[in-house]
């Protein structure tokens, strides 16, 4: 199993500004993915990251928005941009096909 | 469509009773994978089992068991002689072979409250 760490854990941000999460991989994995949970919600798939090329970005999601960084095989950033009350979720990273394990999540407010 | 159906919202039972969490999925595919994760109140998200679909043997791991039935595409999950430890959100997941980056699908999650 792959061991998954995300920073930070948790931050309070200022609506309008900009928070990047980083997540890394104790191994070498082809996709990661990014979700956000909504409280109280489940959770729903942001994108795919994959080294060496653009995410693909599921519907609802813009890159924009949510720009991710893949630059190798153990780690990729999601930035949540201009944030707004509404950002604030629990944003999760996932490594590997089919293993499908999680980093223990970055809980976001925005004030 | 919703992929993934966990019908019980919440259950709440007292310390020792069994209970067992219901999920139902759909897919068309032939290769696909279930998962169980478990959400404490911190948040993070604990991964429980992979079954895939080749392999429809129950499986028991402590006080936990899954009851895999392809004939009614089912995947439930009963915890035995609970605990209050046993508290949490727990979310049935599915991932298709015919998607290439075999991304999850989630259910919308059980609360599963145990009282002392």
Known sequence: ?111 | AQKVTQAQTEISVVEKEDVTLDCVYETRDTTYYLFWYKQPPSGELVFLIRRNSFDEQNEISGRYSWNFQKSTSSFNFTITASQVVDSAVYFCALSESSLRDYKLSFGAGTTVTVRA
């Open chain 1, 1 to 111: 199993s792959a061991v998954i760490s995300q920073k930070p854990s948790r931050d309070i941000c200022q609506r309008g500004t900009s928070l990047t999460i980083q997540c890394q991989v104790d191994s070498q994995v082809t996709m990661m993915f990014w979700y956000r949970q909504q409280p109280g919600q489940s959770l729903t798939l942001i994108a795919t990251a994959n080294q060496g090329s653009e995410a693909t970005y599921e519907s609802g999601f813009v890159i924009d928005k949510f720009p991710i960084s893949r630059p190798n095989l153990t780690f990729s950033t999601l930035t949540v941009s201009n944030m707004s009350p509404e950002d604030s979720s629990i944003y999760l990273c996932s490594a590997g096909q089919v293993e499908a394990f999680f980093g223990q999540g970055t809980r976001l407010t925005v004030v």
